[in-house]
């Protein structure tokens, strides 16, 4: 079962920073590429950002562009979204996914849990 587990949210004020993390468990995540995605509260789920397999492509929807930064180390089998400048609309659950390649819809696998992100102050 190709499963992701997605971490270090919280609550932060507006303007300030978090690294979430997106750990694999049970397989290696160097041969996927990886999505981020957002759900703000009553709202659809939506991509933000995506890394290809190697690391050497990245997408950023333009909502966090310029503000959110995806990397990947594949030694540790973990990707991560820094997200700076945070804005009371980035309130959300945080969920990872495992792709194919970051144009193709399809994700892999099941949905984790996510992380919950509050900006507020």
């Known amino acids: 079962q190709l499963q992701l587990v997605e971490s270090g949210g919280g609550l932060v004020q507006p303007g300030g920073s978090l690294r979430l993390s997106c750990a694999a468990s049970g397989f290696t995540l160097y041969n996927y590429a990886i999505r981020w995605f957002h759900q703000a509260p009553g709202k659809e789920r939506e991509g933000i950002s995506c890394?290809?397999?190697?690391?050497?492509?990245?997408k950023y929807a333009d909502s966090v562009k310029g503000r959110f930064t995806i990397t990947r180390d594949n030694a540790k089998n973990t990707v991560y979204l820094q997200m700076n400048s945070l804005k009371p609309e980035d309130t959300g659950v945080y969920y990872c996914?495992?792709?194919?390649?970051?144009?193709?819809?399809?994700?892999?696998?099941?949905w984790g849990q996510g992380t919950q992100v509050t900006v507020s102050s």
């Open positions: 890394i290809s397999s190697s690391g050497g492509s990245t």
């Open positions: 996914a495992a792709t194919g390649v970051c144009s193709s819809g399809i994700v892999f696998g099941s």
